[in-house]
C-alpha cells in the first residue's frame, strides 16, 4: 500500500477502540457523533472565513483593485470583524412574515449543506459517512436547499423576496439535472456510486484525463451547472441587486443573514468538492503511467493537501466566471439549461457509454 | 436539418470561445499585480503624485520676483458659471507716462463654490492661472476656503500687455 504514512484511518481506529475501552457501545456512538459534528462546525466557521476573504481578495483582482488592506495584514482579519458585526446586529422580522418559516428557512439551508459535507472524503480514512450511493444522496441532499431558499423568499411576505425565491427555485431544478447527468458521464467509467470506490478508480489516472473529451465536456457542463445550482454570479438572479434588491433575503439581518451567506460559501466548497472527487481524482495525487520517480514525489505530498488544492483550483475557477462573465437573463438562464447543457450532456453521456463498452479509455 | 445542427454547434463553440476571450482578460489582470490601480492613500502621502491633468484648485502663477501674469481683465471672472473668482481691481497712476493704467488688487478665489470645470483657466488670455494638483482641502472652518490668490507686494510681470 502506498498511502500508508498518510492513513487517517489508523487514528480514527485508534480514537475508536479508546473510546470502546472507556465507555458502552452507545455512548461510544454518540460520542463520536458529538466529535464528527463539532469537527464539522469548525470546518465550516473556519472555511466560510476563509472563502468570503478570499473571494473578495480574488475579486479585487480581477478588477485591478487590492480588496480589503485595513484590518489585519493585508486585511485578513477583515471576514473576522464582518462576524462581530453581524453578530452584534440586531435581528430583525418583519410585522407580516411567518415568524416560524422565516426563522427556519436559513436552518434548513444550512443543515442541507451540513448533511451534503458528510459525504465528502477529505482524505484516505478521513471521511464521515462512506455510503455506497454517496453521488446520489449528495445530489439529493443538496437539492433541499431550494426549499430553505423558496421558505424564506415565501414566509417574508416580500415581492422581491418571492420574485427571488420563485427564480431560484427555476434555477436550481434546471440545472440539477445536468448536475446529475455530467456527474453520471463519470459513473459510466467507475461503475459505483461509493466515493471511496470512485477515488480508488482513478489510481491511475484522473478521469479527466482518462476520459478524454467526453470527460472534459462533462467536466464543463459539471462546472457550468455546479455555478447555477450554488446561485452564484454570473447566475445570480436569485438574488439580483439591481432588480430585486437581495432576491431571498432581502428581509434577513444579522445572524439569520450570515447564515445564507455562510451556505452560499459552503455550497461552493461542496460542489467543488464533489467536482474534485469525481474529475480530478479527490485525494489521489497527479500519477503519469511510466514516471516512477515523478510518482513516487507526488505522492509525498499528503492526501489531504491534494484535495484542498483540487477543490481550492475548482473554486479558483468558479469565482473566475463570477468576475468575468454579464449576468444572464431568467430566460437566457433557462434557454442556456434546456437547449444547450441538457440535450449535449445527453448526447455526451451516449457517446462515453460507447467508449466505455468499446474500451477507448485510458 | 443538418445545417442547423452545424449552426447549433458552430454557436456552441463561437460561444465558449468568447467565454475564454473574457476569461483571458480577467486573467491577464490577475496575473499582473503590477496594474493595480488602487492607491494605498494616508500611506503613500509622500510618494504621492497626481497626474497631470488632475484638477484640484485654481493657482495664480507667479516667478521668482513675485510677479504674476494677470491683468484683471475679469475674463475668468465672466467664465465662472458659479461665481468663485471676484477680481477687484484699481487704476494706477503710471509715474514714467503719467496715466492711470487697470491693476488687480485681490484675486479672490471661493474653493467652496468651485466645481474645477476648468472654464477659467480656457478662458485667461494671458495664460495667468492654471489649475493645482493638491487636493487635500478639508478644513473645520468654511471662511479658510476662501482665498485670495495673488501674493502680496506681487505686480504683473513687464511684458504681458504688450
Not at chain 1, 423576496?161 to 434546471?174: C, D, F, H, K, T
Not at chain 2, 489649475?131 to 506681487?154: I, K, Q, W
Request: glycine share 8%.
Amino acid at each position: 500500500m502506498k498511502f500508508d504514512i498518510y492513513d487517517f484511518s489508523v487514528l480514527t481506529k485508534s480514537i475508536h477502540e479508546s473510546l470502546n475501552s472507556m465507555m458502552g457501545e452507545t455512548a461510544v456512538m454518540i460520542s463520536e457523533m458529538v466529535i464528527v459534528g463539532i469537527i464539522f462546525l469548525t470546518l465550516f466557521a473556519v472555511l466560510g472565513l476563509i472563502l468570503v476573504y478570499v473571494e473578495r481578495k480574488i475579486c479585487a483582482f480581477f478588477q485591478q483593485r487590492l480588496g480589503p488592506m485595513r484590518v489585519g495584514f493585508w486585511g485578513t482579519a477583515q471576514t473576522l470583524a464582518d462576524l462581530i458585526k453581524l453578530l452584534l446586529k440586531e435581528p430583525l422580522i418583519t410585522k407580516n412574515a411567518d415568524k416560524f418559516l422565516f426563522n427556519l428557512a436559513p436552518f434548513v439551508l444550512i443543515i442541507a449543506s451540513f448533511m451534503a459535507m458528510a459525504a465528502i472524503p477529505f482524505a484516505k480514512g478521513l471521511h464521515a459517512f462512506d455510503i455506497d450511493i454517496g453521488v446520489f444522496y449528495i445530489t439529493a441532499i443538496s437539492s433541499i436547499g431550494v426549499v430553505g431558499v423558496l421558505l424564506a423568499g415565501w414566509a417574508s411576505n416580500n415581492k422581491y423576496s418571492l420574485i427571488g425565491a420563485m427564480r431560484s427555485g427555476a434555477q436550481i431544478i434546471s440545472y440539477e439535472l445536468s448536475v446529475g447527468l455530467s456527474l453520471l458521464t463519470i459513473i459510466v467509467l467507475t461503475g459505483s456510486l461509493q466515493f471511496s470506490e470512485i477515488i480508488e478508480s482513478q489510481r491511475e489516472g484522473w478521469w479527466i484525463f482518462r476520459g478524454h473529451i467526453p470527460a472534459l465536456i462533462a467536466f464543463i457542463i459539471f462546472l457550468i451547472a455546479s455555478t447555477a445550482e450554488t446561485n452564484r454570479g454570473p447566475f445570480d438572479l436569485a438574488e439580483a441587486e439591481s432588480e430585486l434588491t437581495a432576491g431571498f433575503h432581502t428581509e434577513y439581518s444579522g445572524m439569520k443573514f450570515a447564515f445564507f451567506f455562510l451556505a452560499e460559501f459552503i455550497n461552493m466548497f461542496i460542489v467543488a468538492a464533489i467536482g474534485a472527487t469525481v474529475f480530478l481524482g479527490g485525494w489521489m495525487p497527479l500519477h503519469f503511467g511510466a514516471l516512477e520517480s515523478f510518482n513516487a514525489i507526488m505522492d509525498f505530498i499528503p492526501p489531504i493537501f491534494w484535495f484542498f488544492g483540487k477543490t481550492a483550483f475548482i473554486i479558483f475557477l468558479m469565482m473566475w466566471f463570477k468576475w468575468t462573465f454579464p449576468r444572464l437573463r431568467i430566460d437566457q438562464l433557462l434557454t442556456l439549461e434546456w437547449k444547450y447543457l441538457l440535450p449535449i450532456n445527453l448526447i455526451n453521456i451516449l457517446v462515453m457509454a460507447f467508449f466505455v463498452l468499446m474500451g477507448w479509455y485510458f | 436539418m443538418i445545417k442547423s445542427i452545424i449552426k447549433y454547434i458552430k454557436e456552441v463553440l463561437g460561444g465558449l470561445k468568447s467565454l475564454l476571450k473574457g476569461m483571458r482578460v480577467t486573467g491577464y489582470y490577475i496575473s499582473h499585480p503590477k496594474e493595480i490601480i488602487t492607491q494605498q492613500y494616508p500611506e503613500n502621502k509622500d510618494t504621492l503624485k497626481m497626474f497631470d491633468r488632475f484638477r484640484g484648485e485654481v493657482i495664480l502663477l507667479h516667478d521668482e520676483n513675485n510677479e504674476h501674469r494677470c491683468t484683471g481683465c475679469t475674463a475668468c471672472e465672466v467664465a465662472c458659471p458659479n461665481g468663485s473668482i471676484e477680481i477687484i481691481s484699481e487704476r494706477v497712476l503710471n509715474p514714467e507716462t503719467g496715466k492711470k493704467k487697470k491693476e488687480i488688487d485681490k484675486f479672490i478665489y471661493h474653493l467652496s463654490m468651485c466645481t474645477m470645470c476648468n472654464l477659467c483657466i480656457e478662458s485667461c488670455p494671458t495664460d495667468a492661472i492654471k489649475m493645482g494638483r493638491n487636493f487635500e482641502h478639508a478644513v473645520f472652518d468654511r471662511s479658510l476656503l476662501t482665498s485670495v490668490l495673488n501674493r502680496p507686494g506681487s505686480k504683473l510681470a513687464p511684458g504681458v500687455e504688450d
